[in-house]
């Protein structure tokens, strides 16, 4: 099994950053992909930004630009650092790991807000 623990939410100005980590424990070396999603109040959980073993990465239209998606291999963590925050950014901030050679299995983190103001 996979555990992940996200941190590094709060609440910050439009124009702001914040660098939100999700730290992953366990069967660590099935982890073919980390994944970034987010659900806002009355959406859809949208991904925004993935990042793969092989270190290719995806994001989210909403985000390119803005957002960077990293890892560090050697401590089992993805980052998601985000500039230039926008109020549409308020979202509740999922970190999901795909494990598996097929991706069988998937695990999820506890979630992590982030609150942007105007």
């Known amino acids: 099994q996979v555990q992940l623990v996200e941190s590094g939410g709060g609440l910050v100005q439009a124009g702001g950053s914040l660098r939100l980590s999700c730290a992953a424990s366990?069967?660590?070396?099935?982890?073919?992909?980390m994944v970034w999603y987010r659900q806002a109040p009355g959406k859809q959980r949208e991904l925004v930004a993935g990042?793969?073993?092989?270190?290719?990465?995806n994001y989210a239209d909403s985000v390119k630009g803005r957002f960077t998606i990293s890892r560090d291999n050697a401590e089992n963590t993805v980052y998601l650092q985000m500039n230039s925050l926008k109020p549409e950014d308020t979202a509740v901030y999922y970190c999901n790991a795909k494990a598996g050679r097929r991706y069988e299995y998937q695990y999820w983190g506890q979630g992590t807000q982030v609150t942007v103001s105007s």
């Open positions: 990042i793969t073993s092989g270190n290719s990465t």
């Open positions: 366990g069967s660590t070396y099935s982890i073919n992909a």
